[in-house]
């Protein structure tokens, strides 16, 4: 990055892509695996349990924090998770290098905060190229999109068993008030 930053400076254009800071651009947006994606489909939750997740995750999500979302969903060892956690990052990454090498959107030319939310973290990073914010939002459906058939799957699963527990929650009260009478 120094490199592109004297580039810059002399008013040249940067040539090198994987400067410090290019894995924020796809890999780390809303925190580790794009994990942003993941939060923005548990808006449409129907498990009490995941939107009580979204409501904890969002926020820090929202500055690349990830933690709550990491260990609340949980997406940490969970094998059926890791295939859109592992491919999704490193899709938005190879088509950010492309986009860079062509000049679609800037090179980083700055050392901006991990933290930053997107779409002012790429716009930062570029040095005020729009177009790097505008991809770091279309990174974001992407990534909602690529999670979403994999969300939905586990949002199912816990709506029958959180229907399950409140059905056993029921039969129990009934007997307990037939033993009462």
């Known amino acids: 990055m120094t ?5 810059v400076a002399n008013g040249q254009a940067p040539t090198h892509i ?3 800071g290019f894995l924020n651009f796809g890999m780390t947006i809303g925190g580790t695996g794009a994990i942003l994606g993941l939060v923005l489909c548990m808006f449409t939750a129907k498990s009490e349990q995941y ?5 904890v995750g969002f926020v820090p999500s929202l ?3 990830s933690e709550p979302i990491m260990f609340g969903f949980p997406v940490v060892l969970n094998t059926f998770l890791s295939v859109p956690m592992l491919l999704i990052p490193m899709i938005l990454e190879a088509i950010t290098w492309y986009l860079m090498k062509f000049g679609i959107i800037g090179h980083i030319v700055a050392q901006v905060p991990w933290c930053t939310p997107v779409p002012f973290l790429g716009f930062l990073m570029t040095g005020g190229d729009w177009r790097a914010g505008l991809w770091q939002l279309i990174e974001v459906a992407l990534a909602t999109a690529g999670y979403y058939p994999f969300f939905r799957a586990f949002d199912r699963q816990a709506v029958k068993k959180e229907a399950a527990i409140a059905a056993k929650k029921a039969d129990s009260k009934d007997e307990a008030s037939t033993v009462m009478d």
């Open 51 to 55: 939107k009580a997740v979204r409501n």
């Open 63 to 65: 500055f690349n924090i």
């Open 18 to 20: 994987a400067a410090d």
């Open 3 to 7: 490199e592109n930053m004297k580039q």
